[in-house]
């Protein structure tokens, strides 16, 4: 009764809401070609006109940092505050910076 | 009643009976994508065939409303093509009813964005979109089971062939035809062909199936005549609001 | 510095367990503590990865085994616009199933495996949905009382710990409020329609009642999984709680339809501002948990069945890409 080796293969899905907006992860499905992949998403995620494009993904095409190295990765950005428009002061009376 | 009346009444009662038939499949299906897919393309038909059988109860003028239509009229009364009342089958079978209609709600749709009835034009130019859709899914799923396996190929060349001899009446023009065309209303029934066979063909081919010989068609869904299935799916529809006269749900 | 594929554990998790377990375990409840969110590549005690694959996918598989009772009604819905928002309805419960599986298949399980548990009774699904629906009132009465005790248990859920559940339920309450809303109308009219009508709204409910309570689950101290489910954020308020807040918000709505909830001892405390109600009968939940409720055996065969018969479909999606793919190497070649 059980098919555990012949799964349709899995895709991750990135929706684009309106123009103007990235697209953003909203879940995975399950497709044997990307043509059925978009299909799916379309069917799956835009029901609600929540899309303008999606991109489809094979999963196991995704290369993803390991949460193990988070603190290499990403900690060094937080002490160059710098970065940040919000760490320096300009006087009030300067408007347009 | 009008020709004009007739005529919309055809369009209306091919896509409501349709979208029953893939009401049928919701829970069924062969996988929970599927379910989606078959319900989307439902829903798609079921929104059109509200908005054409609430315009023929306006060309009527009896006050009658799309839901007075579609479930007090009795199975002579309805005039949707014969190939949708055909039951579903196996996926196989659905997908082949699904596409050979697709294809010729495309070549109609297209046609009527033109229509001079301005009505039939906006509700076409609607049904257009969601027709592409319906024709990329279930061509895409045609190919996929025609050249899929051995089975799935046998069983989509199985159901070509059953459904095949259905396809005649969509392009054959009786009086009501004549009079739309010639108004200027909808397309001549045969003119849609050339589009629908080259359409059609070229799905058939990528699906490594063989399209059957022509055979000439007996069927007149379109003017009340229909298989004995039509009953059977009209019992269900209309059972429990005919249960209840005049009730509102 | 980079792991491959999201199906592949992180670093953290193939650390030699002996050596570091507590204080790895020690990290993650304060996490969770802190409110932060576990992400499928993240180190979790095992047990948190089991007992979230247990009870999303009874989520999941709950939502598929729900289309089934409702689905009886698609074809004779009695308007056209009932017919579209059942529809509607049905395939948003699909469409909830397919979220909750791929959240699932985030925790290392691929959803086959899951689905052929379904299939072969190894798995629970919402007790709820082995009873059947006989009338149409049923339709409004699942949308009024099932979803709406659904409602209750999900919105906490949207602030579960586990990332991709949290975010599958976002989606799903968005989504699950309409389901609500639609079932409540459809009483609302049987309620002030025809005298035969009325008396179908009113059997839908007298039916249904006690099973909605049900759905909540026993008292905590039954419930063997409660305590740390709740330590890890997985379960955000006890059984009894969400049961009470569900009838506090429900009686009145029934009064309003101007039906009557088949409780004698339904009474309202001003004191404690609750109503208080009468005692569950739960022999009747634990025989429809074994199976032998009116509809279990149906609603199983039903999925087999479709799923037995759909799988020259897949398969045959499959031989197609493949044959796809090789025509494109050679091509390439």
New interface residues.
């Given amino acids: ?4 080796s ?3 293969p ?1 895709y ?1 899905i990135f929706i684009r809401a309106r123009a103007g907006l990235d697209h953003k992860h ?8 990307a ?2 992949a978009i ?2 998403a ?3 995620y835009t ?2 006109q929540e899309g303008v494009s999606i991109w489809a993904v094979r ?2 095409d ?8 988070a603190d ?2 990403f900690e060094p950005a937080r002490d160059k505050v710098y970065r940040h428009p919000t760490f320096y002061e300009i006087p009030d009376e300067v408007k347009t910076l | 009643m009008t020709s004009h009346c007739r005529y919309v009444l055809r369009l209306a009662d091919t896509s409501l009976i349709l979208a029953q038939r893939l009401g049928e499949w919701v829970g069924h299906a062969p996988a929970i994508e599927e379910d989606l897919g078959l319900a989307n393309i439902s829903l798609d038909l079921l929104g059109q065939a509200r908005m054409l059988l609430t315009y023929a109860g306006e060309l009527e003028g009896r006050g009658r409303s799309e839901d007075d239509l579609a479930y007090l009229r009795e199975e002579s009364q309805f005039l949707n093509a014969t190939l949708v009342e055909q039951p579903n089958g196996d996926f196989g079978q659905t997908i082949v009813r699904q596409f050979l209609i697709d294809a010729w709600q495309l070549e109609l749709h297209e046609w009527l964005q033109e229509s001079k009835d301005p009505r039939l034009a906006e509700i076409a130019a609607k049904a257009v979109k969601e027709t592409r859709y319906h024709l990329r899914y279930s061509a895409g799923w045609l190919i996929r089971l025609g050249d899929g396996t051995e089975e799935s190929h046998a069983r989509a060349q199985v159901a070509l062939e059953r459904l095949w001899p259905f396809t005649g009446e969509l392009f054959a023009a009786d009086d009501v035809d004549h009079e739309i065309a010639q108004a200027g209303i909808g397309p001549a029934p045969e003119a849609l062909l050339p589009g629908w066979s080259a359409r059609v063909g070229a799905v058939l081919t990528d699906s490594r199936l063989v399209e059957p010989p022509v055979t000439p068609f007996g069927w007149h869904g379109k003017q009340g005549r229909h298989s004995e299935h039509l009953g059977h799916l009209l019992a269900e529809m209309q059972s429990l609001h005919r249960a209840h006269p005049g009730a509102t749900w | 510095m980079y792991t491959q594929g999201l199906d592949s554990l992180g670093k953290d998790c193939l650390r030699d367990e002996a050596q570091d377990i507590g204080g790895l375990e020690q990290r993650f409840q304060s996490r969770i503590d802190a409110e932060e969110k576990i992400e499928p590549k993240d180190w979790m005690p095992e047990a948190y990865r089991r007992t979230l694959i247990r009870q999303i996918s009874q989520h999941a598989h709950s939502e598929i085994v729900g289309m089934l009772p409702e689905g009886n009604w698609i074809t004779r819905a009695p308007s056209l616009l009932r017919k579209c928002i059942l529809i509607a309805k049905v395939q948003d419960e699909g469409g909830h199933g397919a979220y909750l599986y791929s959240a699932t298949e985030t925790l290392g399980v691929s959803r086959d495996e899951l689905i052929g548990q379904l299939l072969e009774g190894k798995a629970k699904y919402s007790s709820i949905f082995n009873y059947p629906t006989p009338t149409w009132a049923d339709i409004g009465t699942i949308g009024w009382l099932v979803d709406g005790a659904a409602i209750m248990n999900q919105i906490p859920l949207c602030r579960c710990s586990y990332g991709p559940y949290a975010r599958a339920m976002v989606r799903v309450c968005k989504e699950e409020s309409f389901h609500q809303r639609q079932g409540y109308e459809i009483m609302l009219r049987l309620s002030r329609g025809t005298p035969a009508q009325k008396e179908m709204a009113q059997q839908a409910l007298n039916r249904w009642w006690w099973p909605s309570l049900m759905m909540f689950g026993p008292s905590d101290a039954e419930s063997k999984h409660s305590a740390q489910s709740m330590r890890w954020k997985i379960k955000r308020f006890s059984n009894d709680e969400l049961r009470q807040k569900f009838v506090d918000f429900t009686v009145p709505q029934a009064e309003f339809l101007g039906l009557a909830v088949p409780d004698p001892a339904l009474s309202w405390d001003e004191a404690a501002q609750h109503y208080r109600f009468g005692a569950i009968d739960w022999n009747e939940f634990e025989q429809v948990l074994k199976g032998h409720g009116p509809c279990n055996r149906e609603r199983l065969e039903a999925r087999r069945r479709a799923h037995d018969e759909g799988r020259w479909v897949r398969d045959a999606a499959i031989a197609h890409a493949s044959k796809q793919a090789a025509r494109q190497g050679s091509r390439a070649a």
């Fill in positions: 009764m059980t098919e555990s012949r799964d349709w899995l991750e909203v879940g995975s499905l399950h497709a044997t070609d043509r059925m299909e799916h379309r069917d799956l029901r609600r999963s196991s995704i290369v993803a940092s390991d949460p193990a190295d290499a990765l």
